[in-house]
Structure formats: C-alpha cells, structure tokens
C-alpha cells in the first residue's frame, strides 16, 4: 500500500505527464492524490522540491527495466537493445492517444532553459540511463557486433536523443509511429557500425 508521500508523487507524475511543470496546480495533484493540501506542504518544501522527487521515483521505476533489458539478459547484446526498445515501444503505444510519454523527457523540453536546478537534475538522470546503453554497445563491441573503433558513448547518446526525439514526436501526433521508426530505423544504424 502506497504512503501518502508516494500517492502524491504518484498522482502528480500522471498529472505532470499529462500537463506538465507549469499547468500542473497542486490542488489537481492532491486533488488526483485524493489528500489534503497540507500534506503536500509536510512532504514537499515547495513545488520545484516535489518534481525532483517525483523525477527521482520516475527514475527508480524505470532503471530496473533498463537493467533487465540491458544488462540482465543473455540476449546478444544488440538484440537486447531492439527488445528493449520494442517494449517500451508497446508501453508507451498502451497509453491513450500516445499520451504523456517521458517525464524525464517532457520535463527537460519544458524546463532546461528556465530552472537550473530541475535541469542539473534531468541531466543526471539522463547521464545515469545513457550509462546503460554504454554498457550494453560496450559488450556489442567485445561480442564483434559493432566495429572495433565504434565510441559507444557517442552511440548511445545518439540512440538515447534519438528516442526521446520519438517520444516527443509520438505526443505531437498522437501515435506510436515514430517510435515504431525509430525501432526500424536503428537496426539500420547499428548494422553500419
């Protein structure tokens, strides 16, 4: 069973998902919480404090699957990035109208010219994510899947730009039909390296 503090982030990440940083009110995301005003102020210092720890547990869900995909499986480690890719390719299909997509994403369209600090901290995470696929290129290059010179940290963050680039491109027209290219379009990539 969620605590309060965890049904609050939870609801606000849905909200902001849906409205962002800006046109999301605290009284919608306690009204989504189902809980009173002055338990968002017991928990959060102010509304930047909240989406920090709401971009911090969006994070904490996500990690383990890049780990599972990325890391954890005995896939070729190519293969194990098109999966990972058409997983999140359904996740995000599943969603009404393609909706919402990612709030690290979303929140760093919205916020990285305006809020340092919210914008340090999507840099991390982002920094922390592309680290996997670094992982997972690195075993590609060891395995002779991609060539010897390959930089899988350019790769990767390529590869991590370009999704979100999708992502951002599947709200605009309410379809997974970017994604469902992007998924085409790196196999594509990765077989000319």
Request: hydrophobic share 40%; with cysteine.
């Amino acid at each position: 069973m969620s605590t309060t503090k965890e049904k609050i982030i939870e609801s606000g990440i849905e909200v902001l998902l849906e409205k962002g940083y800006n046109g999301a009110g605290l009284k919608e995301i306690l009204d989504t919480a189902k809980v009173p005003k002055g338990s968002f102020y017991h928990f959060f210092k102010s509304k930047e404090d909240f989406c920090k720890e709401a971009l911090n547990h969006y994070s904490d869900e996500f990690t383990p699957i890049l780990q599972q995909y990325l890391i954890g499986s005995n896939e070729p480690p190519i293969l194990r990035l098109q999966l990972f890719f058409k997983a999140m390719t359904e996740i995000f299909e599943s969603q009404k109208d393609c909706k919402g997509g990612c709030l690290v994403g979303n929140m760093a369209q919205e916020l990285a010219d305006t809020n340092t600090p919210l914008r340090s901290r999507i840099l991390q995470i982002m920094e922390t994510w592309n680290s996997y696929f670094v992982s997972c290129l690195d075993e590609a290059k060891k395995a002779g899947e991609l060539s010897r010179d390959t930089n899988t940290s350019e790769l990767a963050e390529f590869i991590l730009n370009s999704w979100e680039g999708a992502l951002l491109k599947m709200k605009i027209v309410s379809s997974a039909a970017p994604l469902k290219n992007f998924n085409l379009q790196i196999v594509h990539i990765l077989r000319c390296y």
